[in-house]
């Protein structure tokens, strides 16, 4: 079975300019989800997806993030204008549905995001 | 300026030995409690869950405890393996499947 998918695995960019983030889950997962791992930390959740619509985006810095899952499936992740502090690995995750005992999240190696 | 980085607890052991790594948690009302790996460079790993009705559950080489008295969850992995260095987190489930996530506990295994 396939993973999360997840590209580019490495970006670098400048503060102001923009990126997105590329995410494609296991098949057959209605849930995805969107992580922020900074360095030396645990993963922190900034959006979860239920097939199309958004579960919980209350961690997502929306003034400049933005997230969108259009048909349920593949989701972008898009950040503009990028900060220095946004410089991070995003994990994309996938679950077949909320998850709980049976439903276990599966990550994809990440996209590392360096902001110089 | 210091890195983040360097402040995760670190646990050194011999190949061969028990590890046992520990996390407390918050929430006293989660319900659902998970142990991820994470290799350098690669996104976390599923290793093992238990439910908050349990308090000891197994699978193979490693053991989750979970005393909710004092909240606190604990990972042993039996016959540690230079294959096991990593971090480890636990998670725990606030509901509706968003998990937050532990400040991770460096695990290094000398052969």
């Known amino acids: 079975e396939a993973g999360v998918a997840q590209s580019p695995r490495y970006k670098i960019i400048e503060k102001r300019q923009s990126v997105a983030f590329w995410c494609n889950p296991i098949?057959?997962?209605?849930?995805l989800y969107w992580y922020q791992q900074i360095l030396g930390q645990g993963p922190k959740l900034l959006i979860q997806?239920?097939?199309?619509?958004?579960?919980?985006d209350s961690q997502l810095p929306k003034d400049r993030f933005s997230a969108e899952r259009l048909k349920g499936v593949d989701s972008t992740l898009k950040i503009q204008p990028a900060k220095l502090e946004d410089s991070a690995v995003y994990l994309c995750?996938?679950?077949?549905?909320?998850?709980?005992?049976?439903?276990?999240?599966?990550f994809g190696e990440g996209s590392w995001l360096t902001v110089v | 300026g210091e890195s983040v980085g360097l402040h995760l607890p670190t646990l050194s052991v011999q190949e061969g030995d028990n590890s046992i790594i520990n996390c407390a948690y918050s929430?006293?009302?989660?319900?659902?409690f998970i142990w991820y790996k994470q290799e350098s460079g690669k996104g976390p790993q599923f290793i093992i869950d238990?439910?908050?009705n349990m308090d000891k559950r197994q699978g193979q080489r490693v053991t989750v405890l979970l005393n909710k008295t004092v909240k606190h969850l604990s990972l042993q992995i039996a016959a540690t393996q230079p294959g096991d260095s990593a971090v480890y987190f636990c998670?725990?489930?606030w509901g509706y499947g968003k998990l937050t996530f532990g400040q991770g506990t460096i695990l290094t295994v000398h052969p």
């Open positions: 995750a996938s679950s077949l549905d909320v998850a709980g005992i049976g439903n276990t999240i599966y």
């Open positions: 238990i439910r908050s």
């Open positions: 098949s057959g997962h209605a849930t």
């Open positions: 998670a725990e489930n």
């Open positions: 997806f239920q097939n199309n619509g958004v579960v919980d």
């Open positions: 929430n006293s009302a989660s319900d659902y």
